[in-house]
């Protein structure tokens, strides 16, 4: 990644900022509260849950993940605009101190313990994305793998900008089909998670203040909104992702496990091909 260097902070600094994040999400923020919400409704939504000085240290920090090389962030594809992840695990104690204080503390931990089975990962990647092309985030869609989210908003945002949208307690069908699905045999990449236009989704569109936080059962229907000409997005999202799910790839060709596979594929609702209209991977929303 071309740029310049990743500036440093003090260790002062560092502490400062992460006392005044733990600061806001314990008196915030109950764990055991927020996963039975989430258990039950598929999201909770934390409006403005950080003031305006703790957004404006994010958003800078958030521009120098996409100005400054360093070896913890790497570029990705994202067509409505640009992205970045941050791989936590090679984080130094000085590079984005608000992002980790925020993303790594120990209460979404506690909160994706609660909410995801046992083996989990717990934000092992941030995400980072700028959307400002004039086009539709997602698809209403539930993700391919089982996992727990946190999105935070770093501008105001609404129906003009792309705001993120849930539909409450879909997880639980979403879940349940795709659990059947691969106790079947069947494979990830072929699993239907894309709704069709047919179908009525009620869903919540999130429109809120900077600073505010979205935690969400990512077998929700869920999707990023379309964004007017000359408005922007900007969000970071971590990922606890369950560690108990297969891999994406298809049976090896001609394998017992593919011929078992083209013998008795997998059952699917009768009515659920008429509900669905895509396979394959839909972007994060």
Known sequence: MEGQQLRRLRPEQVNSI?????????SKIKPLQVSQAIKKDG?????????????????????????????????GEHPPGKAVTITTQLLEADQFPAIASLFLNSIFEDIADEVLPTNSTFHDRIALTHEFQPTAITDIHFDMKRSLKCLLYLVDTDQTNGAFSFATETHVENSAYRRS????????????????????????????????????????????????????????????????QPVSSRHTWCSRSWWRYRMNPPKTPTDYYGRRSSRGRSRAA
Request: glycine content about 8%; some cysteine.
């Open 43 to 75: 999201a909770v939504v934390f409006s403005k849950l950080l003031d305006s000085h703790l957004i404006s240290i994010l958003n800078k920090e958030f521009d120098e993940a996409f100005n400054h090389s360093s070896r913890c962030v790497s570029t």
């Open 181 to 244: 699905f691969l106790d079947q045999g069947g494979q990830l990449r072929d699993l239907l998670n894309i709704a069709s236009e047919s179908e009525s989704i009620p869903l919540r569109t999130v429109c809120a203040p900077a600073g505010t936080l979205i935690i969400f059962d990512a077998d929700v229907f869920h999707q990023g909104g379309t964004l007017q000409p000359g408005k922007e997005r900007k969000v970071i999202r971590g990922r606890s992702l369950f560690g108990g």
């Open 18 to 26: 992460n006392t005044q994040v733990t600061s806001v999400l314990q």
